[in-house]
């Protein structure tokens, strides 16, 4: 499945590896590697086959799950995708309280006492993924984990996620991708080792 999914990934380039021409992130870290799974929701057969996969991977790791969560703004399309295939109510978190209203940080399902899993479509070093699991536990929710489309492998994400006692999955990754990429001939043992210099350098 994991090399699946990479393959989706870069085939609608929604992951790009680029060594010698390297993106800036947001946080101002200039990387080989840029991910923007946003652009998975504008392909009707790409997004499909990837909440086919989450529903599968939920079933699996989560399968007394009562209500799918996803993180604002990335994870509420496939949130939705997957609570549909599972017949299952739905919230998404916010990145924090609203200031006017009811000032609710979840919206959608009631989480309290019941299981919940989130859903986002990257990690990165966790720390937005486990705002919204600090909120939903704060809210009375079991967070039974994690699941996102794709993950860099970084481990300061894994050391996060263990020390939150926080599980996560993920449908595919870095080193999937790069033996994807390998197969298709666009990117060559050099570059592959300046983005794996880069994971591990964070």
């Known amino acids: 499945m994991k090399e699946r999914i990479a393959e989706i990934l870069l085939d609608i380039n929604a992951v790009e590896l680029r060594p010698d021409n390297p993106f800036t992130w947001s946080s101002g870290i200039v990387a080989p590697i840029y991910c923007d799974n946003r652009k998975v929701i504008g392909d009707v057969h790409a997004r499909a086959e990837i909440a086919d996969a989450f529903t599968e991977l939920i079933k699996h790791y989560a399968p007394d799950v009562e209500v799918i969560a996803g993180t604002s703004t990335a994870g509420i399309p496939h949130a939705a995708y997957i609570s549909e295939r599972m017949d299952l109510p739905m919230c998404y978190v916010r990145g924090s309280r609203k200031k006017h209203g009811k000032g609710n940080q979840i919206e959608g399902a009631d989480v309290s006492g019941r299981k919940v899993v989130v859903i986002e479509d990257l990690i990165s070093t966790g720390g937005s993924s486990l705002e919204a699991v600090w909120a939903?536990?704060?809210?009375?929710?079991?967070?039974?984990?994690?699941?996102?489309?794709?993950?860099?492998?970084?481990?300061?994400?894994?050391?996060?996620?263990?020390?939150?006692?926080?599980?996560?999955?993920?449908?595919?990754?870095?080193?999937?991708?790069?033996?994807?990429?390998?197969?298709?001939?666009?990117?060559?043992?050099?570059?592959?080792?300046?983005?794996?210099?880069?994971?591990?350098?964070?």
């Open 136 to 202: 939903l536990r704060e809210n009375g929710a079991e967070v039974m984990g994690v699941f996102a489309i794709f993950t860099y492998g970084i481990k300061k994400a894994a050391d996060a996620f263990e020390a939150a006692e926080a599980a996560f999955h993920t449908l595919s990754g870095l080193d999937a991708l790069l033996d994807v990429s390998m197969e298709k001939g666009t990117l060559d043992e050099s570059k592959k080792q300046t983005v794996i210099d880069f994971k591990n350098s964070l």
